[in-house]
């Protein structure tokens, strides 16, 4: 990708639901790199005038908005996590609208090293994109305990969510660095800070 990008160096981070990759794209932030949230991405696809917006409106109707014709995500959210096929049907409209508007964004970074944050990395065709994949990587106790406390969510809600994303350990068996996100900040910091300078072949 970096030949592509005029020569930048583009880290594809990912892992599943409450792993913590917001926290590690944080600390990669700290280190100097260029980052994009996919996520962000997403929603802005979803807004009115955004690349998806119309589309998804047609699959899924009017009922998905609210009273300013903007998408709801918790009324959109409410179909697509309770049907698999409904999820798999939003993501093949929003992946290609989300990938060109990160191109567009990786190409305007002013950083040298680029990291993209997104979920749905290995999933969504990003990876033949990005020069290395990283993911960060929690056992289900940890990602269970952290939706039910940051987020909120009833077990039972906590459960489905896990369940309905692709299987985390073959996420880990794609990744060329995992960063274990069991402990604090400051090991997952020292994690981070020894992979990045590998990956800019200073150790």
Do not use: C
Not at 133 to 158: D, I, K, P, Y
Request: zero cysteines; glycine letters at 12%; charged letters at 30%.
């Amino acid at each position: 990708m970096g030949d592509a990008f005029g020569g930048k160096r583009v880290i594809g981070l990912t892992g599943n639901i409450a792993v913590g990759k917001s926290l590690a794209l944080a600390l990669l932030a700290e280190l100097g790199a260029a980052t994009i949230d996919a996520d962000e991405v997403g929603h802005g696809v979803l807004r009115q005038g955004g690349a998806a917006y119309a589309a998804v409106v047609e699959a899924f109707g009017r009922g998905i908005l609210g009273a300013d014709g903007e998408i709801e995500r918790s009324a959109l959210g409410a179909i697509v996590f309770a049907d698999e096929a409904q999820l798999r049907r939003l993501e093949a409209i929003t992946h290609p609208a989300i990938r060109a508007e990160i191109r567009r964004l990786v190409m305007e970074a002013e950083a040298d090293v680029v990291v993209i944050e997104a979920i749905k990395l290995l999933e969504g065709g990003l990876k033949a994109e990005v020069d290395a994949v990283w993911v960060v990587n929690a056992s289900e106790a940890r990602q269970m305990a952290r939706l039910a406390g940051a987020r909120g969510m009833t077990r039972e809600e906590a459960a489905r969510r896990i369940r309905l994303q692709n299987s985390q350990a073959d996420k880990v068996r794609q990744a060329d660095v995992v960063l274990e996100n069991e402990g604090g900040i400051d090991g997952l910091r020292a994690q981070v800070e020894r992979a990045l300078r590998a990956f800019l072949g200073e150790e």
